[in-house]
């Protein structure tokens, strides 16, 4: 999450960075929301500090005997509780709102990124060179069918669409790839493996930085509020959350295997056919925590 000083020091500098990811994104709702909040702040403590003067004059007015003079400054701090009450309320509304805003800010582009959208990226390096065939290759899902590795229709059945299933040596193959992959970099690369568990709550969401902006694009189990794990990482990034690891035990290196899950809301085109994008897929995750 962008610090709010950050965006406070410098509104024009984030907003055209990150109109680079976004053309449309404009800075000043959010520092709107900021200045009604720190507004709210200070009369909430001015108000409590008028609150508490009067609350010591009370006391001093019964303790002189001079009774009506407190009971009328008594009805009048009523008034004033009911006011801070008010304003309370409108603090914290702000305040879920700013938070809001914030966690659905992307990280800051570098400065040599150039703007536009995905198609105009530009390609800064590539390496080998693309395979060249004598004949027409065929796209995985006719191989697969033919191979009798894959079937999306009984998949589509069972489930419905854009789910895979992997038959005889298909699901070897898959199984045989993820051990290979966990036990390289657990005995040659000095990862340590972890089986993470397959839910998330929103909290290890929030910290990986799926919640709230891809909320769409996550399964979501509501009577337990715990989500379908999208992607490794956003466990992994949560595993020594809260916690200080002193620096000489960096780096900690940890290789990960976890179903994943993703809604993938929206529509697809031919390129994006079979294996590309699934709604559940396996994957082996690195991820190093460092200084």
Known sequence: MLDIRLIRDDPQGVEEKLRRRDPNFRI????????ERRVLIR?????????????????????????????????TLKKLSSQIKGLEERLAEVE?????????????????????????????RSWGEPPKFDFAPKHHLELGKSLGILDFP??????????????????????ALIRWMFDLHATQHGYTPVLPPILANPT???????????AEDL??????????????????????????????????????????????????????RGLIRVHQFNKVELFYFTT
Do not use: W
């Open 204 to 214: 290890s969401l929030m910290v990986s930085g799926q919640l709230p902006k891809f």
């Open 154 to 175: 009984r998949a589509a059945k069972l489930t419905g669409a854009r789910f895979p299933l992997y038959v005889d040596l298909g699901a070897r193959i898959e199984l």
């Open 219 to 272: 399964y979501h189990c509501p009577e337990d509020d715990l989500y379908l794990n999208p992607t490794a990482e956003s466990l992994l990034v949560n595993l020594h959350r809260e916690e200080i690891v002193p620096e000489e035990e960096l780096p900690l290196k940890y290789v990960a295997y976890t179903p994943c899950f993703r809604r993938e809301a929206g529509t697809y085109g031919e390129e994006q």
């Open 96 to 124: 879920a709102e700013l938070r809001e805003e914030l966690l659905r800010l992307p990280n800051l582009p570098h400065d040599s990124v150039p703007p536009g959208a995905k198609e105009e990226k530009v390609l800064l």
């Open 28 to 35: 000043a709702p959010l520092l709107e929301l900021d200045r």
């Open 43 to 75: 009369q909430v403590e001015d108000l409590r500090r008028e609150r508490k003067a009067g609350s010591e004059e009370v006391a001093r007015l019964q303790r002189e005997g001079r009774q009506e003079e407190a009971r009328k400054r008594i009805a």
